[in-house]
T-cell receptor
Framework: AQKVTQAQTEISVVEKEDVTLDCVYE???????LFWYKQPPSGELVFLIR??????QNEISGRYSWNFQKSTSSFNFTITASQVVDSAVYFC???????????????FGSGTQLTVLP | GAGVSQSPSNKVTEKGKDVELRCDPI?????LYWYRQSLGQGLEFLIY????????KSGLPSDRFSAERTGGSVSTLTIQRTQQEDSAVYLC???????????FGPGTRLTVL
């Protein structure tokens, strides 16, 4: 069975601080995908990033960066120079790959509520 | 292009009534998923449609829940004899062949009185 753990329920930072959101996962599969989604107060889940299990290269996109470490089963997300607009709930998720190459459903963590104060 | 749309955005019903929730996926997306989000249970998978294959119903919590997808496009999630514990936001997502990320709709907030 798959499991995603986001131990940080709530984080509060002051604008311009850097913040890292932790994600630890469990799976028996050798091929899988990891994701981060953002859920702002409006409620709609917004896709941020996908990473497959064979690609441990870290990725940076603007103020966002992701650190994937297979050895520790972690996929952490860092926001540099946080802004008030970054306030949202962030979800880490895992999806296994079916033999046909398709992807199963997402298994989500419980989410981390990030509040960025002005 | 248009994203995933869901209707209604809000639904209030009385315990014991049936409800239907609708999802219009992104045009051309072959995979469609239903999830629900509630305070106590977080984001839970309900059902998955992939093309013409039989749906994966492994996440449906009881036989009061069912879903269909007509013509490989629009999907309807039906909850019969609603209970108060069915109150949640029901989210629909779609994905196109060859990609892995799912794109979510705005959800339907269901309140069972």
């Amino acid at each position: 069975a798959q499991k995603v753990t986001q131990a940080q329920t709530e984080i509060s930072v002051v604008e311009k601080e850097d913040v890292t959101l932790d994600c630890v996962y469990e799976t028996r599969d050798t091929t899988y995908y990891l994701f981060w989604y953002k859920q702002p107060p409006s409620g709609e889940l917004v896709f941020l990033i996908r990473r497959n299990s064979f690609d441990e290269q870290n990725e940076i996109s603007g103020r966002y960066s992701w650190n994937f470490q297979k050895s520790t089963s972690s996929f952490n997300f860092t926001i540099t120079a946080s802004q008030v607009v970054d306030s949202a709930v962030y979800f880490c998720a895992l999806s296994e790959v079916i033999s046909s190459g398709s992807a199963r459903q997402l298994t989500f963590g419980s989410g981390t509520q990030l509040t960025v104060l002005p | 292009g248009a994203g995933v749309s869901q209707s209604p955005s809000n639904k209030v019903t009385e315990k014991g009534k049936d409800v239907e929730l609708r999802c219009d996926p992104i045009s051309g997306h072959t995979a469609l998923y239903w999830y629900r989000q509630s305070l106590g249970q977080g984001l839970e998978f309900l059902i998955y449609f992939q093309g013409n294959s039989a749906p994966d119903k492994s996440g449906l919590p009881s036989d009061r829940f069912s879903a269909e997808r007509t013509g490989g496009s629009v999907s309807t999630l039906t909850i019969q004899r609603t209970q108060q514990e069915d109150s949640a936001v029901y989210l629909c997502a779609s994905r196109t062949t060859g990609t892995w990320e799912q794109f979510f709709g705005p959800g339907t907030r269901l309140t069972v009185l």
